[in-house]
């Protein structure tokens, strides 16, 4: 059965960096972020592939945040750094065969989420 437990998040002032972690069960699945902010709609942050060589990032985050992942461990992480307060949200981690796929909400499986406030 496919299970994602993320953590990381929390309380950040502006400028300021966090780390998220996303943990998949079972093997070759890409892993992504989506983030949710108050009274908005789910938006993709960024995703890699099984083996880490394709990435992608939304626009909003490029040169802020990077993906990487352990392909032994089938843990990915998002450094976030210079956070800003739009970047407040709830951070979702989804799994899906490849990347392309996951960028259009066809996910198999979501994390819990995760706070992400950014606030001086």
């Known amino acids: 059965q496919l299970q994602l437990v993320e953590s990381g998040g929390g309380l950040v002032q502006p400028g300021g960096s966090l780390r998220l972690s996303c943990t998949v069960s079972?093997?070759?699945?890409?892993i992504g972020w989506f983030r949710q902010p108050p009274r908005k709609e789910r938006e993709g942050v960024s995703c890699?592939?099984?083996?880490?060589?394709?990435?992608i990032y939304a626009d909003s985050v490029k040169g802020r945040f990077t993906i990487s992942r352990d392909v032994f461990n089938n843990t990915a992480y998002l450094q976030m750094n210079t956070l800003k307060p739009e970047d407040t949200a709830v951070y979702y981690c989804?799994?899906?065969?490849?990347?392309?796929?996951?960028?259009?909400?066809?996910?198999?499986?979501w994390g819990q989420g995760t706070q992400v406030t950014v606030s001086s």
């Open positions: 079972l093997d070759y699945y890409a």
């Open positions: 989804a799994a899906e065969s490849v990347c392309r796929r996951l960028w259009r909400h066809e996910v198999d499986a």
């Open positions: 890699v592939s099984y083996s880490g060589s394709t990435t």
